[in-house]
């Protein structure tokens, strides 16, 4: 009698190709995503039990036929991706600004003149909490259409103490009952909300001694983040924030060199961050720290592709140097309206020089350590969560080279189907 059969709760067969990145292990190799071909995974409570090779699966027999089947038909089998830096929270698009950059406007300009975040901020400010739960639950199903299943999703529009926890509230509402796992961050140091424009030091004392503390006790989040740029907060406020964050028991990410060179990965290292994110200007001294203190740095391509600009991270370097990598799409209405995490592997390929296999691990595992859940998802080793894709691709080189237009045929959350282009033909047996 075939026990895995037995003891499953569901088997999926006809598997063409099977991805699984493995967890880091200091640098990113040739073996970071093992490749198998022909294979099946047994599903038992939700996580993966066992793979094994097609040649070894013996038919069930009558004391197995119950355990239900699924045939991929040899699709491509991955982990579910992971988008580990975006912000949900907004009330309204902002396509005009799109248009004023096409006509040679630059993000910065068009935020001196009141849009940008704080074009969002007023957004946020006139809505109620249940208008935001229902545009957030709505990106949320969005996500499942990439293959998404875990985020982190950022609060940072509402900037007053009122608003980013109606934010957060909005955001834990919203992913109560989702299939996607949400990982909440505060961003109060977004930027400096016009209501304090002559006084930042005040709202430093704000989000330290208000913000930080309310968020924490209620556990709306599980992160606090700071934008460190010209224009947003300086590298001593934002240690203030961070000494704030320490003290609440929350974990520490920063926006850092997007737009030029500054102390984010200093600063990252020194307060032991969960994650550094953009660094696209970051320095060689820099990539060092990042890779010496185990941060994980958040690549986000499509910022820089969506504004037009044409310096992206050193992300060949950072692999060179030791660093752990994540891919993610920045969602967010001003510079990176997309939630297409396949879209990032291609621009991590095509602009930032990974391989397929790295993008992949970026991608999935490497989002798994920016979230903090790398011994839960991230890969489909026996013992993870069963959250998988299937796609109609013959290898994993095909997922970045259909650049814009691929999207899993299914979509697993702990071994259920919860979408996916062929969610509604299901084929078990």
């Not at 998404?148 to 109560?176: F, N, P």
């Not at 990252?268 to 185990?294: N, Q, V």
């Not at 986000?300 to 692999?319: C, E, K, N, T, W």
């Amino acid at each position: 009698m075939n026990t895995i059969l037995e003891t499953a709760d569901l088997y999926i067969t006809g598997i063409g190709c099977l991805a699984l990145p493995q967890p880091f292990s200091g640098g990113l190799t040739g073996e970071s995503v093992k490749v198998y071909k022909d294979v099946w995974i047994a599903i038992k409570d939700g996580r993966i039990k066992r793979i094994g090779p097609e040649d070894e699966l013996y038919p069930p027999d009558s004391e197995t036929e119950e355990t239900p089947h699924f045939d991929a038909d040899g699709a491509l089998a991955t982990p579910c991706l992971i988008d580990p830096h975006s912000h949900p929270i907004f009330a309204d698009y902002r396509q005009s600004e799109f248009v004023r950059r096409c006509r040679g406007e630059t993000y910065q300009q068009i935020a001196a003149a009141g849009g940008g975040i704080l074009s969002s901020i007023r957004g946020v400010r006139n809505s109620d909490e249940n208008e935001l739960s229902f545009l957030i639950f709505e990106r949320l199903d969005h996500w499942l259409d990439f293959g998404v299943t875990a985020i982190e999703a950022k609060s940072g529009y509402g900037l007053s103490l009122k608003d980013e926890m109606k934010s957060l509230r909005a955001l834990k509402d919203a992913a109560e009952d989702h299939p996607v796992e949400v990982s909440p961050t505060l961003l109060a140091a977004h930027v400096v909300p016009p209501e304090f424009r002559d006084n930042p030091d005040g709202y430093v004392d704000l989000v330290c001694n208000e913000i930080i503390p309310l968020a924490a006790e209620e556990r709306l989040a599980m992160a606090v983040d700071v934008f460190l740029d010209d224009g947003a907060f300086n590298p001593q406020q934002t240690r203030r924030i961070f000494e704030a964050a320490v003290n609440a028991g929350l974990e520490r990410r920063i926006h850092a060199d997007q737009f030029k060179l500054g102390e984010g990965a200093q600063i990252a290292a020194e307060f032991s961050a969960l994650t550094a994110d953009h660094m696209d200007y970051t320095d060689e001294h820099g990539i060092e720290l990042l890779a010496e203190s185990g941060v994980t740095v958040v690549l986000l391509p499509g910022a820089v592709f969506f504004l037009g600009l044409d310096r992206y991270a050193s992300a060949r370097q950072m692999i060179d140097k030791g660093c752990r990598i994540a891919l993610s799409t920045d969602f967010n209405p001003g510079s990176s309206p997309t939630q297409s995490m396949p879209l990032m592997m291609s621009l991590g390929c095509i602009k930032m020089g990974l391989s397929p296999a790295e993008a992949l691990w970026a991608a999935t595992m490497g989002g798994a350590y920016a979230i903090g859940r790398h011994e839960d998802l991230g890969t489909l080793l026996p013992g993870y969560q069963a959250d998988l894709c299937l796609w109609e691709a013959e290898d994993i080189d095909y997922l970045p080279y259909a650049y814009g237009s691929i999207t899993p045929e299914f979509v697993f959350k702990a071994g259920e189907i919860v979408g996916g282009n062929m969610a509604s033909s299901l084929e078990f047996e």
